[in-house]
C-alpha cells in the first residue's frame, strides 16, 4: 500500500515539475514574442518616472503639421502616455521639424541628443523629410513610427512602427504598439522597480506630477 | 512497532523520489528560462524574415522612402551599380549643418553623417567613376536600422544614385542597394525581394543577373 501511495506522490511532483517548467517556458516565450523595446532595450530616450513627453511641434509644412499632430493624438489616445502640447520652445522632450534634406534615403528619423545638457538626456528629436512626396496618411504613419521610436518602440509588424520593415503595416498606432508601451511604462522591461503614473487630468494635456510631487512641464 | 517502522520507510522513500524530482524540476525550469532569456538577448526582435538583418546597435529610428519590391525595381531606381571597396570612413558635418537651419536646440548637433570612400573593381550597369564617395546618415555608434557601418577594406554590391544635396556623394535609393560580399558570397543588410534575389550569389553570378535586367 505504501509504495503506489509513494509512486503517485512522486508523479505528482514530477506533474508539478512538468507545470512549472510548461509556466517558465510560456512567460519566457510571452516576453520573447512581445518584448519591442528600442535601441536593444537600453531604454535610452524613456521618460519612465511620469510617463509624459512634453511636445513641439515646429513642422514648417502644414500638411505635414497637421499629420504630426494626428500621430500625437493617436499615441497620447492609444496609450497611457500624456503628450502635452507645447506652443513654444519650452524645453521639449520630443521635438519635431520638417526640412528638404534632400535623397538621404530616409523620409523620416528619430534622434536621441546625447550631448544636449540641459535636457538631461531625455530628448528626442524627430526630422521629416520633405525632399520627398507622400500622402498626408503617409506623412501621418511615418510621424507616428518616428514618436514611436522615441518613447522607446523599436520596428514591429502590424502598424506604424513596421513602416518600410514590414509588409504589413498602418499609418496608425497598433494594438500590439499601445500593449507595449502600457506594459512597459508600469514595468521595464530592464528589470528597474515598477513605475506608478501619478496627477494624471482626464485629457492628458495638463500638467503631470512626476512621484516627487514636481510638475511636469 | 511494525507500523511505525513502515511510516519510516515510507517517509525515507517519499523523501528519497522527492528530492531529486524536485531538484530536476527546479533545473528544468532554470534551464528554459535561461535558454528562452539568452534566446531573447540574443535576438530580441521579431525573426518573421522582413527585420532588417544588421547585428544591433542602431541607435537612429528611421523610415526609409522606398523599399523597392524586386531587384528590378531597385536597379530601374538606380543611376550605377558597381562593386566597390571600402578605402575609407571619414565623418562628416552632422545633419544640422548640412540642412544649413537652426533646427532647435541650441547645443543640438543633429545626427552624425559619414562618407565613405570606395575604389571601384567592378561596373555593372550605369557610368561610374573609378573611385566614388557614398554619403550615409549615423557613425560607427548609432546608425539607422538596416544600415550598419563601413568596414574599410570590405567589399560590397552598390547600387546608387548621385547625392542631390551634395554634389561629389551617392547615396543608395534604399538601404536594398548594399549587399556585403563576404567569403565570396553577397549577404544582404536588410531583408527584403532585391536581398532574397542576390544573398548568397558570387560575384560573377550577380553581376550576370545585374546586367541582364540591365540590357
Given at each position: 500500500m505504501h509504495c503506489p501511495r509513494t509512486t503517485i506522490r512522486a508523479l505528482g511532483l514530477v506533474a508539478l515539475a512538468a507545470a512549472v517548467a510548461a509556466l517558465a517556458l510560456g512567460a519566457a516565450t510571452v516576453t520573447t514574442a512581445e518584448a519591442h523595446p528600442c535601441?536593444?532595450?537600453?531604454?535610452?530616450?524613456?521618460?519612465?518616472?511620469?510617463?509624459?513627453y512634453r511636445f513641439w511641434n515646429a513642422v514648417d509644412s502644414p500638411t505635414l503639421n497637421a499629420e504630426t499632430n494626428d500621430a500625437r493624438a493617436d499615441w497620447r489616445d492609444s496609450t497611457i502616455l500624456g503628450l502635452p502640447n507645447l506652443s513654444s520652445h519650452n524645453k521639449p522632450r520630443i521635438h519635431v521639424s520638417d526640412n528638404?534634406?534632400?535623397?538621404?534615403?530616409?523620409?523620416g528619423q528619430a534622434w536621441p541628443c546625447f550631448h544636449c545638457a540641459h535636457q538631461a538626456g531625455s530628448y528626442g528629436h524627430v526630422y521629416l523629410n520633405k525632399y520627398y512626396s507622400q500622402t498626408a496618411n503617409q506623412w501621418q504613419g511615418t510621424a507616428c513610427q518616428e514618436i514611436g521610436h522615441i518613447i522607446g518602440l523599436d520596428h514591429h509588424s502590424?502598424?506604424?512602427?513596421?513602416?518600410?520593415?514590414?509588409p504589413d503595416t498602418s499609418n496608425r498606432v497598433g494594438q500590439h504598439s499601445a500593449d507595449d508601451i502600457n506594459n512597459y511604462y508600469p514595468h521595464p522591461p530592464d528589470g528597474s522597480p515598477p513605475h506608478v503614473r501619478v496627477?494624471?487630468?482626464?485629457?492628458?494635456e495638463s500638467p503631470f506630477y512626476d512621484l516627487a510631487g514636481d510638475a511636469q512641464p | 512497532m511494525q507500523a511505525m517502522i513502515t511510516g519510516v520507510r515510507a517517509r525515507r522513500t517519499k523523501w528519497h523520489v522527492a528530492v531529486p524530482t524536485l531538484i530536476a524540476a527546479i533545473a528544468l525550469s532554470l534551464g528554459i528560462t535561461l535558454w528562452s532569456w539568452a534566446a531573447g538577448a540574443i535576438n530580441p526582435s521579431p525573426t518573421d524574415g522582413s527585420k532588417a538583418m544588421d547585428p544591433g546597435g542602431a541607435a537612429i529610428g528611421a523610415t526609409w522612402a522606398f523599399r523597392p519590391a524586386s531587384l528590378r525595381e531597385l536597379a530601374d531606381s538606380s543611376s550605377i551599380a558597381v562593386f566597390a571597396q571600402v578605402t575609407d570612413v571619414q565623418s562628416g558635418p552632422p545633419l544640422e549643418d548640412l540642412s544649413?537651419?537652426?533646427?532647435?536646440?541650441?547645443?543640438e548637433q543633429g545626427p552624425p553623417t559619414q562618407r565613405i570612400a570606395f575604389d571601384v573593381d567592378?561596373?555593372?550597369?550605369?557610368?561610374?567613376?573609378t573611385d566614388l564617395v557614398v554619403f550615409k546618415t549615423g557613425s560607427d555608434e548609432a546608425w539607422i536600422d538596416g544600415d550598419p557601418p563601413y568596414s574599410i577594406g570590405q567589399s560590397y554590391l552598390l547600387f546608387l544614385d548621385q547625392a542631390n544635396f551634395e554634389p561629389a556623394a551617392w547615396v543608395p535609393p534604399a538601404p536594398d542597394g548594399r549587399l556585403v560580399l563576404e567569403n565570396g558570397e553577397l549577404r544582404p543588410m536588410i531583408a527584403g525581394p532585391p536581398g532574397t534575389a542576390l544573398s548568397g550569389l558570387t560575384q560573377g553570378e550577380a553581376a550576370d543577373l545585374i546586367r541582364g535586367l540591365a540590357n
Open positions: 535601441c536593444n532595450g537600453s531604454l535610452q530616450w524613456w521618460h519612465l518616472h511620469t510617463f509624459s528638404n534634406f534632400g535623397n538621404t534615403g530616409w523620409v502590424g502598424d506604424c512602427m513596421g513602416l518600410s520593415y514590414f496627477g494624471l487630468s482626464a485629457d492628458k | 544649413g537651419e537652426d533646427l532647435g536646440e541650441p547645443d567592378e561596373q555593372l550597369f550605369g557610368s561610374a567613376p
